[in-house]
């Protein structure tokens, strides 16, 4: 089974509250979720709608017709209405003989009891159409509104009179709890994921799509005893970072486009002085303010040389929310291991959106710090002694007895004291270039492939778009001899896989959230392979599995 | 106390013959050595500027990092270790300028760090533009016909901000600035020394003779009493206070985080396995 709901109303009629419920309900009850936001800037009114899909199968992305609409205003009815599936009902305040519409007199009702929980009443109600019992979302309810004590009466109650007022027109069953699964948004698998990793010391400036992963582990920190700090801008957030990293103490900053581009010149101050630094960039289409609250993986080309001149630097594009947990986690010992920034590159889609995952395997996550042991330092301390691997032994202040710890955004020489000779510059371009070289050898994460042995198309993505592009393949998998290549790592770019596919005789379909085939030039300038065709978006809304299966069949096949 | 030849004060620099960083230079080996604190003990933070070059011409741990984005690491060293004493050192440009809006905040935060500007009212590395302290008159390559801004008058600001110690001190006085600086160190917060520092190459105006003909130390002043601080913070002119200008006990950064206590985050212990409850926590 396959079920999408639609939450839509303007800003400030507690939709997040009415998605936080049914998200939490359904999940108990057993079933798979996807969902997204499509949000607007603003506080109050405007269109914005919450996407919930629900199976009793794993998802992997957004559907496009829904099955059920809670139309919180008379506007989204008109909006949606376009969108609706076959059998497809609109639970609305809106008076209506037309079959697919069911009438609530939600503000009625509410008046009685708290006029400001009409969106409780739109809960209640949808559980009986979908003809799920109310046991599961009256403890939604609990725990929602636990520390608004006062409120949590009133909203069972109106929970129970939004049940009570319309007719079952469903059979969604009560699946049984799967203890193995969880349900995260991006930000917060990113937060979590830094958290792991023992992440000590965030700083960042609120910027959408952004916050989440800030809000997530302000959350966190007087119970881990860490510290979150909201910065005065991004420059100083990239900059404070850096000083937690210098001190000792795993850091990280997130920001959007517009921050990261305000982060540019600290992250090549990352490059040169080999600070390891963790920076999340959720990005939303661009350039300047571009569209605050929507996404895009525009920011590709602009990460990858994110700052003045050549240094080493990673960049990673995690799949999904799980994929982010354990990608975040690998980037803080990546950083740590080769002493440079990573850039985990999310997007609002990821972000914003939640899934059902398995739960998180930690047996594999082991911190490694790689700081030196003290007792290895003999007589006047290097930070950036030249050693055959490009890596010097990193120390923080304080940590070693009788010695200094010395960095510098200057050229410098082993002692970090600035230098201008040429042949200091060249022997220190190339100690850092040797840890890129390193990096590429032994820790990059080739692509994986997925589908037959000599497929005609292969669908060619990064990040994000893997599970959109998963479902796409799956449908066209029907009628054509497709897979799909997903790039985690997309700098340095691992060739290897893609060279091999090149060889194959199969025509490459690049799917990405921008305008401008950003990943294909990318791993055309990296490896002469090029795209044969490209299925590009960049309206800032995400990709469906759909929308990719109908532009390949008008943009691809022959 | 700490012998101060530790600090290797006497290091070869890329300043000019007669500089007022020098006499600073020694003046802080000095007061550091006074304070018996060792060359690890102490990490200072500087931007781009011929006086942000002082932690290769000092010897104590250094983040030599970008043009006035000095204070935003100097707060990670004040999160990881309460032990550390941070000191915060750069020019007028670097601090006032390109750092403006750093230095509004950390007023705010009111960390434990040292802040020493060296304020020679001129840019020197870029040799000879007007900086955000420059007075009206200066004529430069590019401030052809003075200056289109009124200088900074940085005590005023920082006693405006309340900032919660700030004092004036000029090179020309040797024991004055090492007071200044064990004072500042004494002071649990922000302490802002804005030092008069001559710019002997290409600042013409504001010379050792310019100072130290204007400059009077201050006596019966309390620097407790914000009125009357503030009353001192605007002369400026023929006559020009030096000393304590104003000081506030009130609680600093780290105090604003409770649950931080006397702890190093540095020394923060993290097993994933004690952290396997954030996952339950999406179930």
């Known amino acids: 089974m396959d079920f999408n709901i639609v939450i839509a109303g303007e800003a400030g009629q507690g939709l997040k509250t009415v998605e936080a419920m049914l998200t939490k309900t359904f999940s108990r009850h057993g079933y798979y979720l996807f969902s997204t936001k499509d949000y607007m800037s603003r506080v109050r009114g405007g269109h914005n709608f919450m996407q919930i899909r629900i199976s009793d199968q794993k998802l992997e992305g957004p559907d496009e017709g829904i099955d059920l609409l809670l139309a919180l205003n008379e506007e989204s009815v008109e909006i949606h209405s376009p969108q609706m599936n076959e059998d497809g009902t609109i639970l609305s305040e809106v008076e209506s003989d037309k079959d697919e519409m069911v009438y609530l007199d939600a503000k009625g009702i509410a008046k009685e009891v708290n006029p400001r929980a009409v969106n409780t009443v739109f809960v209640g109600a949808a559980f009986k159409i979908m003809g799920l019992p109310t046991d599961q979302a009256e403890e939604a309810v609990k725990e929602h509104f636990a520390k608004k004590e006062e409120v949590v009466d009133d909203n069972l109650d109106l929970l129970k009179k939004g049940y009570d007022a319309v007719n079952e027109l469903y059979n969604l069953k009560d699946l049984g709890k799967n203890e193995e699964n969880i349900v995260i948004d991006g930000n917060s698998a990113v937060g979590l994921g830094a958290l792991l990793a023992g992440l000590s010391y965030y700083t960042a400036y609120p910027m959408s799509p952004s916050t989440g992963i800030l809000h997530y582990v302000a959350g966190k920190q007087e119970e881990l005893g860490i510290v979150v700090e909201q910065s005065e801008d991004e420059i100083a957030s990239i900059n404070m970072a850096l000083g937690g990293s210098y001190a000792g103490m795993r850091s990280m900053t997130g920001t959007s486009g517009g921050g990261l581009a305000l982060m540019a010149e600290g992250i090549g101050l990352a490059g040169i002085t080999e600070l390891p630094i963790v920076v999340a960039d959720v990005q939303r289409p661009g350039p300047a303010t571009g569209l605050p609250t929507r996404t895009g993986q525009g920011d590709l080309l602009f990460a990858v040389n994110i700052a003045q001149d050549e240094f080493p630097l990673m960049v990673l594009a995690p799949k999904d929310q799980e994929d982010a947990v354990y990608q975040t986690f690998r980037a803080f010992n990546l950083a740590d291991k080769y002493q440079i920034p990573v850039i985990i590159l999310s997007d609002q889609f990821l972000g914003d959106g939640s899934k059902t995952i398995k739960e998180i395997d930690t047996s594999e996550m082991k911190i490694e710090r790689h700081l030196v042991d003290p007792a290895e330092v003999e007589g006047e301390y290097k930070r950036y002694k030249f050693t055959e691997d490009g890596i010097s032994p990193r120390a923080y202040p304080g940590q070693l007895k009788d010695n200094i710890v010395l960095i510098d955004s200057d050229e410098h020489d082993e002692f970090a004291h600035i230098v201008e000779d040429a042949e200091t510059r060249n022997k220190m371009v190339e100690k850092r270039n040797k840890k890129m070289e390193k990096l590429k050898n032994e820790d990059l994460l080739e692509p994986e492939y997925t589908g037959p042995e000599a497929p005609d198309y292969i669908l060619v993505g990064w990040g994000s778009t893997a599970g959109p592009i998963r479902e796409a393949k799956d449908i066209l998998s029907d009628d054509y001899k497709v897979g799909q290549l997903a790039f985690n790592d997309v700098w340095p770019l691992p060739t290897k896989t893609i060279k091999e596919i090149a060889e194959k005789d199969a025509k490459l379909v690049f799917v990405e959230n921008n305008a401008g085939a950003q990943f294909d030039r990318l791993v055309r300038s990296e490896t002469g392979i090029k795209a044969d065709y490209n299925i590009l978006k960049d309206d800032g809304r995400p990709f469906s599995g759909q929308e990719i299966y109908r532009r390949f069949k008008e943009e691809v096949s022959e | ?283």
């Open chain 2, 1 to 283: 106390m700490v012998d101060k030849n530790l600090y290797q004060a006497d290091r070869e620099t890329a300043w000019c013959p007669g500089c007022g960083n020098f006499p600073l230079r020694t003046a802080l080996a000095d007061a550091l050595a006074d304070l018996d604190l060792k060359p690890e003990e102490v990490t200072m933070y500087t931007g781009i500027g011929q006086a942000a070059k002082m932690p290769h011409y000092i010897k104590v741990n250094g983040f030599n990092g970008l043009h006035g984005r000095s204070f935003p690491p100097a707060i990670g060293m004040r999160v990881a270790n309460p032990e550390m004493t941070v000191i915060v050192e750069s020019g007028d440009g670097c601090s006032y300028g390109e750092g403006g809006n750093h230095i509004l905040h950390n007023m705010r935060r009111n960390p434990d760090i040292i802040h020493l500007v060296h304020d020679n009212q001129i840019y020197g590395l870029t040799k000879g533009q007007a900086s955000p302290t420059s007075v009206e008159e200066l004529r430069t390559p590019v401030q052809t016909h003075g200056v289109n801004a009124e200088p900074l008058n940085p005590v005023r600001f920082a006693v405006g901000m309340k900032a919660s110690f700030v004092a004036r001190s000029t090179v020309g006085d040797r024991e004055h600035l090492k007071e200044m600086i064990r004072e500042a160190k004494k002071h649990k917060g922000y302490a802002l020394i804005d030092i008069f520092q001559p710019c002997v190459s290409f600042n013409k105006i504001n010379t050792y003779q310019w100072y130290n003909k204007r400059v009077y130390k201050l006596e019966d002043h309390d620097p407790t009493d914000h009125a009357a601080a503030m009353k001192v913070a605007q002369e400026f002119g023929d006559e020009i206070p030096i000393g304590i200008i104003y000081r506030e006990e009130k609680p600093t950064f780290r105090d604003r985080i409770p649950y931080l206590k006397d702890k190093a985050l540095v020394e923060r212990d993290v097993q994933v396995d004690d952290l396997k409850y954030l996952i339950d926590e999406f179930k």
